[in-house]
């Protein structure tokens, strides 16, 4: 593992840290492959529920490594050898575990691309998103110009996307890129505590939740109709048993043995 990035798991929830504070968490190619191992383990280890992706206090993420980026450019979806940092967004877009993304101070670049592929993402007072790429004569990345408009609406995407703004935390909750603010000395402990939550929630329902609305758009008739299927099949799981049984016998659920 490494130092640069701090991987920590405990009471179900693995989390991940860019730690290079003294290079603003500028992510190089082996932060990036050390924090897609972390995901990708993480998927297959039944002890994780839940991963925190996060920086140093007062640092999500500069962003590329613009030195390491240049001596290899990555060729995303091309042939030959994934170049980390798609290894590590893919490992991010595929998970089927939650995953929060905690940021606390400024994410530039792929750190306010990668929110859009987080189940939820909180950010600090101090936070500050911007993504740069027209400004370094560079095209959006990892989908951003397709889900930046379809959440954000066209005219806050082009802020972002073209004019290259910088916003601020209030900003980015009121147009729907973070769904809550904390001051930055509570960030951490606000976001664990949402993340233990979900560490006791039911694996396959969350996995479910995540996997609908992780779909392509489809007509509404036919997204009920494979809600509805869906949902009649949990309904004789062994994890609804077990949340009727808890409703019933008036006690929390407990799916601890459920993955
Ligand atoms: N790539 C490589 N090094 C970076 C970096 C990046 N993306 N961002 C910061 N650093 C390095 C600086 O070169 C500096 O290194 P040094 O101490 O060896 O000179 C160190 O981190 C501290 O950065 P500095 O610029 O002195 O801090 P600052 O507080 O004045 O500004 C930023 C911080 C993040 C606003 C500024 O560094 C910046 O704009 N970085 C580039 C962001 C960017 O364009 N990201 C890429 C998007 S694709």
Redesign the pocket.
Known sequence: MSQLVSIDTSEGVRTIRWNRP???N??LREMYTAAAEAIETGETDREVRVFVLGGTPGLFT????????MEAPPHIGGSGDMPPVERFMRALMTAKKPIIAEVDG?A???GTTLLMHCDLAYASDNAAF????V??A?AP?FASSLYFPARLGRSAASDLLMLGSTWDAARAKEAGLIADVFPSAEISSEVRKRALILATKSPGALRTAKALMQAPEEPAEDRMAREGGLFAEMLSSPEFAEAAAAFMERRAPDFSKFG
């Open positions: 003294e290079k603003k500028a992510l500069a962003g590329n490594d613009l030195i390491d980026f400024l530039i670049g792929i911007k993504t740069p790429f400004d370094l560079l990345e």
